[in-house]
């Protein structure tokens, strides 16, 4: 029992619970990102260029034959990959922007100072007290 209970303990702290969330969100955000690029993104990319669909593009090393199967380099497939990549990091580049922006704000924002002790109080109720006679 010991080993389960040390397993959910860390299965169960704040930073891993985190991650896996952030882990799902990430995959999640991935396939609509690939999604916008091979859908709506390219289509129109590719009537730009001539009518090219860019899922379609490879380079055929050995043509099929009976026994095997075509040798293809799908460069195409690999330029809408790196659109992807390039979506993907600039939003999660401008996710952390704003992020370390408002940790700035947060920083830059100075503390109130203390409000005085009782004492300071009480010294100076006396010394305005002092002054009024």
Known sequence: MGMAKEFRDFAMRGNVVDMAVGIV????????VSSFVND????????LLGGIDFSDLALTLTEKTAEAEAVTISYGVFINTVIDFIIIA???FLVVKAMN???KKEEAAPAPPPAPSKEE???TEI???LQSR
């Open 127 to 129: 010394r305005d007290a």
């Open 40 to 47: 709506v993104l390219m289509p129109p990319i590719g009537i």
């Open 90 to 92: 600039f939003a999660i």
């Open 101 to 103: 922006a408002a940790k």
């Open 121 to 123: 109080v009480l010294l």
């Open 25 to 32: 969100i990430g995959a999640s955000f991935g396939k609509i």
